[in-house]
């Protein structure tokens, strides 16, 4: 564990420099201690891959001070329980009119497109991070056999819903916003709610599930194309 300043109110807690499911889970277990402790100093706490964000009450700490209640606090941290996550399942349309890359990344991985549905839709993913917009979450790992990088030049506008993937990571883009992930599908779920005291229904404990609908489903559900 390596904590660095970030800025004059904030720091990041490094676990390592290297993305994987044993780092996740110490991100994650540090992530649910400091909630928990819920002290009124740590202004906001936000999870990456390898890391914690941390902004905290300048007059509450210095950055000496708050460097070592955190050592203190995650010196002994219990391995994080994955037995308490929450499965969300998720419809998605994957028709072409709103997959716009289902046939690129078909092309590249030299499958079908129909494979590439069956492939991402039938994993559960992990949340591994939460950032870019509000709501937004990295979901990892998809199958190795439909991993494509970012599109070369990201779309101005990528639609509120698109269900994207790059890497090995696929995601929800929870407003409409510019993009460079390739887009499978879309969603009505909503990854964003102000009335939620949580902002988001997603969360570092939930584990997400795709449910392929028919294209009738997805206008019964609001969808837009």
Known sequence: MNIKIASADSLIIYFSDTISKEVSLKVKS???????????????????????????????????????FLED?????????????TLINIDVYYGKEVGLDLERVASF?????????????????EVYAIGFLPGFAYLASIDEKIIVPRLESPRKLTPKGSV????????????????????????????????????SPVSIDSKIKFNPI????FLDQGGVI
């Open 164 to 199: 994207s993937i790059a890497d090995n990571q696929t995601a929800i883009y929870p407003q409409n916003s510019p993009g460079g992930w390739n887009i499978l599908g879309r969603t009505t779920f909503e990854l964003f709610d102000k009335k939620l005291e949580e902002l």
């Open 30 to 68: 540090a992530y649910k201690r400091l909630k928990e402790k819920n002290d009124k100093g740590l202004i906001e706490i936000i999870p990456s891959y390898t890391s914690l964000f941390i902004s905290y009450d300048i007059f509450k700490f210095d950055f000496e001070g708050i460097k070592s």
């Open 109 to 125: 991985a030299n499958i079908s497109v129909e494979e590439v549905i069956q492939i991402h839709s039938s994993k559960i993913y």
């Open 73 to 85: 606090e995650l010196k002994n941290l219990k391995p994080y329980e994955e037995n308490n996550s």
């Open 214 to 217: 028919s294209k009738e489903t």
